[in-house]
């Protein structure tokens, strides 16, 4: 393929959930705030979407979801004071969250699922592709999905969707994709798609992960959407439109994603997330792998 398209600048991040999984710590933290070793989870999605070389974000957001504002502000109080103590380290932790890129808000006033928080982007977005991605799925920076992503639509235009392999029991927790192969081997055709169908319904074991590079035509099939799964407005029944006709917004392709991820929507995976990533840090691996040894040793 040889054919360009629009280069892509603008990241959407829907926020708006209430997080009730993690309740009662998400009463009056937002889910994308709890940490992740030493960062909110919010915080390594938009790192992926910067290292994608996507530098303009829009945060889509609802009530009680004000620190996300204030976490990638500035904070000249705080940075004043580890001014003056001369921590010049942590100084730059503070600062990197607010340099990270240009950062937009908008309220989701209606929670109506995430068709509809995708919507709330138009105006912003305007006529242009852009990305979407989901908070609760982090993945590993040494695994570059989205640039990869990216990469495809400006190759073959339309909308990009991730996809991972998942064991047959677990395909009613995601979209599923009907794929056909193409001359990529990491990209496949996609011709149909089923918002968390039945393990003996699924067309694949292919799963929807929570990236997306859209076609802005998507906005007007949203649009005309009507509720679906759960009476919420689903982006999986708008791209299953995009897929079932090209002349609307183009083809819908998908990355098949074999790479490291995390996933913090779910307390169990959250608690693994932050183990797998502690592990691997040079700060605290070391010594935190000698303790989780000796404790899975004694406990065993």
């Not at 993690?22 to 009056?28: D, G, I």
């Not at 709330?120 to 570059?144: K, M, S």
């Not at 990355?255 to 502690?278: E, M, N, Q, S, W």
Request: proline share 7%; with cysteine.
């Amino acid at each position: 393929m040889t054919q360009s398209h629009p280069r892509i600048s603008k990241a959407v991040i829907p926020a708006a959930g209430l997080g009730t999984r993690f309740l009662p710590a998400t009463k009056a933290t937002p889910k994308e705030m709890l940490p992740v070793v030493d960062k909110p989870a919010i915080q390594y999605v938009v790192e992926e979407a910067v290292s994608a070389g996507l530098d303009d974000v829009l945060m889509i957001t609802g009530r009680n979801k004000r620190p996300l504002e204030d976490h990638f502000d500035r904070n000249y109080e705080l940075e004043s004071a580890l001014q003056k103590k001369g921590d010049a380290d942590r100084l730059a932790k503070v600062q990197e969250s607010s340099d990270l890129a240009t950062m937009h808000y908008v309220r989701q006033g209606d929670p109506k699922g995430l068709g509809h928080a995708v919507l709330c982007a138009a105006p912003h977005v305007g006529h242009e592709p852009f990305a979407v991605l989901l908070g609760d799925d982090l993945i590993d920076p040494r695994d570059p999905l989205l640039q990869r992503m990216v990469e495809v639509q400006e190759q073959r235009g339309g909308s990009v969707v991730a996809l991972m392999e998942v064991e047959p029991e677990q395909i009613h927790l995601y979209g599923c994709a009907a794929v056909d192969p193409t001359d990529d081997g990491d990209v496949v055709k996609v011709h149909d798609l089923v918002e968390k169908p039945a393990a003996a319904d699924a067309p694949s074991n292919y799963a929807i992960i929570g990236r997306y590079v859209l076609d802005p035509h998507i906005f007007d099939i949203l649009r005309k959407t009507e509720p679906g799964r759960g009476g919420e407005i689903q982006l999986t029944d708008a791209l299953q439109q995009l897929a079932a006709d090209e002349k609307v917004g183009g083809p819908v392709h998908g990355v098949v994603f074999k790479g490291r991820r995390y996933d913090t929507g779910d307390r169990g995976d959250y608690l693994r997330a932050i183990v797998r990533l502690a592990c691997e840090r040079e700060d605290l691996g070391p010594d935190f792998r000698t303790w989780l040894r000796s404790y899975v040793a004694e406990e065993m």
